[in-house]
């Protein structure tokens, strides 16, 4: 019968030591889940400041799209003007070239008269 509570005594001293050792790796898990958590809320915390800084970058590239359409839009106006200045030179040189060998043709002439008067 000694022999029988001492196994009895060993079997519970065994499973009282299992059970303490089950409560500290539960424990140990509830310290696990808590940091696990912590870090949870912290990994939350830089994503919603990610976004708000992914937000502000998406605006902001918006906005220099948006000037870069005006600036485009801007430099085509002004090669359009640029190109319709152009042109409107080459008229001008074109008149300017047509009325320059009229008038040299009407100076030629006329001088062709005038020396012809003086020979007179």
């Given at each position: ?5 001492q ?25 696990v ?13 830089a994503?919603?400041?990610?976004n708000?800084?992914l937000?502000?970058?998406t ?7 948006q000037?870069?359409?005006q600036?485009?839009?801007?430099l ?19 008149v ?8 040299g ?8 008269t ?7």
């Amino acid at each position: 019968m000694v022999q029988s509570l001492q196994e009895q005594l060993k079997l519970k001293t065994d499973e009282s030591t299992s059970l303490k050792q089950e409560l500290d790796s539960i424990k140990q898990s509830g310290v696990v889940v808590a940091e696990v958590e912590a870090e949870n809320a912290e990994l939350r915390t830089a994503a919603k400041a990610a976004n708000e800084q992914l937000q502000l970058k998406t605006d902001e590239a918006s906005s220099l799209r948006q000037e870069l359409r005006q600036v485009q839009e801007s430099l085509e106006s002004t090669n359009e003007k640029l190109l319709q200045a152009e042109l409107g030179s080459q008229k001008y040189i074109e008149v300017s070239r047509a009325k320059t060998s009229e008038l040299g043709s009407e100076n030629a002439q006329l001088r062709s008269t005038v020396q012809s008067l003086q020979e007179q």
